[in-house]
């Protein structure tokens, strides 16, 4: 009776949350050619609507659009003589949805401070607080940092896991985080699965005894922790760009220094403003810190966002860095390990450029982590079972644990790839 009650009061207090989002519609639009796709996704950006992926000729887009908004959006796509279908009538039913999954799969979690489960989507409170508890539990193997504070002042911890302490120089560094993107939910069971199969439930030691790892499981714990609170579509930081809380925010993974503000936004309004200046941003300058101290010895880099089953490397103007044939190939083998066990509802991992696979974006996390090293990847996680219901961003609980199975099959390759790439490099570089 208690837990029902539990359940009864997190829907109740769900229910309020999102009327934000009432009425709002998710439409998928086709394109007939590129320039077709240009003039929708100019005209979306002209409208600040929210795009979750932009439509290609062969491959759909899917864009949300306010109640008030539609009459507008529907006459322009008539006029351009744009196909498109309206896959969700309002988006709030299926954020109430979600809420009634993961709060039911909350009352029957078995999760501890000292063992995240694989069956809900935990806060970040208590990711924040396994992390600690993990360091203490494995002093060996675990430290627990602090990088640095979010711009309203949360910790952002990370862990860096090795036998060696990050003593041995013969040793690769792999950096892995999650959540730039806060609304991306179903990216940090991807990064807890690995700390799990890292220092918990070590199966394959090869990864752990001969590679330094740092993993970063909330890279944006403000605009984390808002999605839980008030805006579960919540994408940027909480930066305060004017007074009086008026289009708040800075997309963090265009805040880099890698082609900064040259495909993103000027305008704080968007879902893509770059901030005022490449690093401007607490989050992202404790990310090019902890790359840039492990940058001798970085081998491969993972920004783990979603949706899309998409593996795509940089460099986000269309230009490609020297050994992209290299970088090609093991994405292309790390999207086969994860196409191996996927669920078959869930459609094959796409890899490429990402600018040639989804469209110019300028100082992305990867781009800047493909400055420092060989390989660097943008992973976009499926988030939905079943492309009939629970759309996008959102996520079925049952999904979890396969979330963090099948990525982690493609960081393995990944890892491996990285190892032998590095030896080779040292092995080279002392003759
Ligand atoms: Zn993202």
């Known amino acids: 009776m208690k837990y029902l009650l539990i359940v009864s009061l997190c829907i109740l207090g769900a229910l309020a949350k999102h009327e934000l989002y009432d009425g709002h519609a998710v439409y998928e639009v086709e394109v007939n050619s590129i320039d077709q796709g240009k003039l929708v996704h100019d005209f979306e950006n002209e409208m600040f609507l929210d795009v979750w992926s932009d439509a290609i000729p062969g491959r759909p887009g899917q864009v949300l659009v306010p109640k008030v908004q539609r009459e507008e959006f529907e006459n322009f796509l008539s006029k351009e003589g744009v196909q498109y279908k309206v896959q969700v009538e309002n988006i709030k039913e299926q954020l109430e949805l979600e809420d009634k999954l993961l709060a039911e799969a909350a009352v029957k979690s078995n999760s501890s401070s000292s063992r995240l489960g694989f069956d809900k989507i935990h806060t970040y ?15 060996n193997v675990v430290t627990v940092v602090e990088g640095g504070r979010s711009i309203e002042g949360r910790p952002i911890r990370y862990l860096r896991i090795s036998t060696t302490n990050f003593q041995d120089a013969r040793k690769p560094v792999i950096i892995m985080q999650s959540l730039i993107h806060c609304r991306e939910w179903v990216t940090l069971p991807a990064t807890l699965y690995a700390i799990q199969k890292l220092v918990v439930d070590v199966t394959e ?5 001969n590679i330094d790892w740092i993993i970063l499981p909330v890279a944006n714990p403000d605009g984390y922790v808002f999605t839980h609170s008030n805006d579960r579509y919540w994408r940027k930081n909480r930066r305060q760009n004017f007074s009086g809380n008026i289009c708040p925010g800075v997309d963090l993974n265009r805040n880099f220094a890698m082609n900064w503000g040259t495909a993103s936004s000027t305008n704080p309004c968007s879902d893509t ?3 005022s200046a490449a690093f401007s941003e607490p989050e992202t300058a404790v990310i090019r810190d902890i790359i840039q101290a492990h940058s001798n010895r970085l081998a491969l880099y993972l920004d783990i966002h979603s949706f899309g089953s998409m593996i795509l490397y940089g460099f986000g103007d269309g230009t490609l860095p020297s050994n992209a044939l290299q970088i090609n190939l093991v994405g292309v083998q790390m999207a086969q390990a994860i196409d191996r066990v996927k669920w078959p509802t869930n459609r094959n991992y796409i890899v490429g450029n990402i600018f040639h696979v989804l469209y110019a974006a300028s100082g992305g996390a990867s781009d800047y982590g493909q400055l420092f090293a060989p390989l660097s990847y943008t992973y976009e996680l499926p988030a939905w079972r079943n492309n009939s219901w629970l759309q996008g961003f959102l996520v079925d609980p049952e999904f979890i644990e396969q979330a963090g199975f099948e990525t982690w099959e493609g960081i393995k390759v990944g890892a491996r790839a990285a190892l032998a790439n590095f030896r080779q490099r040292n092995s080279v570089e002392r003759k």
């Open 205 to 209: 030691s090869d990864l752990i005894q």
């Open 273 to 275: 403003f770059h901030g």
């Open 125 to 139: 409170a208590e990711v924040d607080a396994y992390l600690t508890q993990l360091a203490r539990q494995y002093p």
